[in-house]
């Protein structure tokens, strides 16, 4: 974010003000999620997306609760089952095109009961951006190991340490050719701004990985280890192959920014040919239809 970034907010304090919702925040002192809030909200309006043609998708989780604080009355919300908020957002992202999809989901959920949704969403390329909060474990609740969590930590539900290798997400997603992968950390909201924003602007599936601070339950990496260890990526590695070896190291050296784009990507409509040339979007086409005939087929 530049200084004409800030000045833009200020002069479109009405637009963020929409984007603030009015309930009381129940996250813990210190948590990430205010940071990635903040973020995710100046992002949207540096980017000219409007409140009413947003939609927000929440998985289960503590950045779950963020459905009912963002925004107020003119914002779209969802709050989906653990694990499967990308195919509702994808579903919602592909019947209509003309509205930005934003879907955000924890390292719980998304590694593990919806792991296989995030696989096949990367690989379709739904226009849509997907914030993985990784706080590595459990938060909502009490402090389980996720598939996040780091070997030997001791956790509620694994008192004598975990006993198995963390995934590395951004490495993951790296590895099913993804058109966008990147990463970055919740105590530094300029860069996730920015980082948001390409993500907002980009023709596909966006994969972000931020890197949360959890103050409850992950005290093995507090806001003090990230900040001696996060690196920013000063360009882009221009191929997977590059991308995967910047992401790999995430205890010493932990590159943050953006891993890998591919800027002529098309995305999941572009790609059907029998779309090729149709001006009206999928949710336009369909329409009122009354299913009631077809129920009674079967009464
Ligand atoms: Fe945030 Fe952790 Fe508290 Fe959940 S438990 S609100 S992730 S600090």
């Known amino acids: ?34 940071g990635i809030q903040n973020a995710l909200e100046r992002a949207l309006v540096l980017e000219g997306v409007k409140p ?59 590694m593990s009961e ?25 938060g909502l609740t009490t402090g389980q190991a996720s598939a996040t969590t780091r070997m030997g930590n001791k956790m509620n539900g694994s008192p004598d340490g975990v006993i198995s290798p963390p995934m590395n997400c951004s490495d993951f997603v790296l590895g099913l050719n993804p058109t966008f992968v990147a990463r970055s950390f919740s105590g530094d909201v300029k860069h996730m701004t920015d980082i948001l924003r390409a993500a907002i602007r980009h023709n596909g599936f966006a994969f972000v990985e931020i890197l949360q601070v959890c103050t409850t339950y992950n005290h093995a990496t507090p806001q003090e280890w990230y900040l001696e260890r996060v690196k920013y990526l000063d360009k882009t590695p221009k191929t997977i192959e590059a991308a ?42 369909v329409g009122r239809f009354d299913i009631n005939g077809l129920l009674k087929q079967f009464e």
């Open 244 to 285: 995967r070896k910047a992401a790999a190291d995430m205890e010493n050296k932990i590159n943050i920014g953006i891993l890998y784009q591919d800027k002529k990507s098309v995305d999941y409509l572009g790609r059907l040919a029998n779309r090729a040339g149709v001006k009206t979007a999928p949710v336009d086409e």
């Open 1 to 34: 974010m530049s200084i004409k970034d800030y000045n833009t907010l200020a002069d479109r304090k009405t637009e963020y003000l929409a984007y603030e919702g009015t309930e009381i925040i129940t996250w813990c002192s210190g948590c990430g999620n205010y």
């Open 52 to 110: 009413d043609q947003t939609l927000f998708c929440y998985d289960i989780g503590c950045h779950g609760n963020g459905s009912d604080k963002i925004g107020n009355k003119v914002i779209y919300t969802l709050h989906g089952l653990h694990g499967r908020v990308i195919p509702v957002a994808a579903g919602a992202a592909v019947a209509n095109p003309k509205i930005k999809v934003i879907a955000e989901g924890g390292d719980g959920g998304t």
């Open 114 to 138: 919806g792991v296989n949704h995030l696989v096949h969403s990367v690989r379709s390329n739904y226009p849509m951006v997907f914030i993985l909060h990784n706080n590595e474990n459990y």
